[in-house]
């Protein structure tokens, strides 16, 4: 079980979101060890992309 680096989390959180995420990182994913920092970096995510479309959606309308 090899515990997964930080750039390795974002790569999977931002395949998985827009979902191109093979089979073999998948795999990688769920034998690291913890769903937490997954989990944290998912809702990271969202927060973002939810901001992001906030501002696009603000510049467009202004």
């Not at 979902?19 to 990688?28: A, D, I, L, P």
């Not at 998912?42 to 501002?55: D, E, P, S």
């Amino acid at each position: 079980m090899s515990k997964a680096n930080f750039l390795h989390i974002i790569k999977s959180v931002f395949a998985a979101a827009i979902g191109v995420q093979n089979n073999k990182n998948r795999e990688q994913d769920f034998q690291s060890g913890s769903v937490w920092p997954y989990i944290a970096g998912g809702i990271i995510f969202v927060i973002l992309f939810v901001l992001l479309i906030a501002f696009v959606v603000s510049s467009v309308l202004s």
